[in-house]
């Protein structure tokens, strides 16, 4: 079996599939672990380091990938990529299949079998798989840290013999994976924490890390989460009433951080323009959803911009900004699904097709498109 980890080809992306530790293991399956030259460069992972641990280098990804039975990578596989496979390889990436319908059909039509991490099911069972929780847990913490550099003042209290610094006053929109790592950041940072989010079972969630919650909880609020744990999409009645709310609240913030997005769909609008020019001058607010179009008015993917007096941070990739930390969870999550795949007493690669986590995450196999979200509608 040979498994391959390619450098990552798309701009920006500072994260690596694999770790010198997952390598071991996946050498301990019986894997032939090939990794393309300074994969791991920008994750703080020299080559040599995945040598000790039992991997060779390749010079090119098209070597690395050539002959791979598996290959794991952070992103979705680029069209060079794809062609540089064989039919019948396993890919195991995050995807971002939404919007990208052509790229799962190419996947289809190149004859690999690709799986989509960011599809993993919210079960006991997964939760070591789950890449969107992993990197959403560092997203969050980054944002305070991004907020935090671009505010021209200190976050906590400081009382000195010159004067007392007040408490800077940090809203997080969203409560989510990320969050909640955002509250939990700014809160030790010694900020004065509040928090939105429209699912019920977040107000306990907030206020257990010492936040304040903000929300209309009416019998709508009450009911608005998915089985799967995610947030509904609210009536435009109770968006006029929580955005009545939250723009109050909002212009007596020094940072906000917006967190929402909805699987599969744009990202919701939550800050305005009035909105942000209500915030008082030096106010920053991080949009973390900028790359699905953003929650914020006027936030513009990769770039820093000015609003009148108010900062709007709109990095793209939070996670790969930490990216010898983000590479380790997410390695560990590719590493303990494919284990799922591999017969340990034979080391031979054997895919359960029935199992629930292969169902939910598989977009191609066999030459087709194979997930009911994305596979063609029977004629």
Sequence with gaps: MKLAVPRESEAGETRVAATPDTV???????????????????????????????????????????????????????????????????VIASMDPYGHEDAVAAMGKAGVAAFAMEFMPRITRAQVMDVLSSQANLAGYQAVIDGAAEYDRALPMMMTAAGTVPAARVFVMGAGVAGLQAIATARRLGAIVTATDVRPAAKEQVESLGAKFIAVEDDEFRQAETAGGYAKEMSDAYKQKQAELVAAHIAKQDMVITTALIPGRPAPRLISKEMVASMRPGSVIVDLAVERGGNVEGAEPGKVVKLGDVKIVGHLNMPGRIAASASTLYAKNLATFLETMVDKETKAIAVDWEDELVKATVLTRDGAVVHPAFAPAAE
Excluded: C
């Design 24 to 90: 071991k293991r996946f050498v301990a399956l019986g894997f032939d672990v090939v990794v393309e030259k300074d994969a791991g460069t920008l994750s703080r992972i020299p080559d040599e380091e995945f040598v000790a641990a039992g991997a060779s280098i390749a010079d090119t990804a098209e070597a690395a990938l050539s002959s791979a039975d598996v290959v794991l990578k952070v992103r979705r596989p680029s069209e060079t990529e794809l062609a540089a496979m064989k039919a019948g390889a396993l």
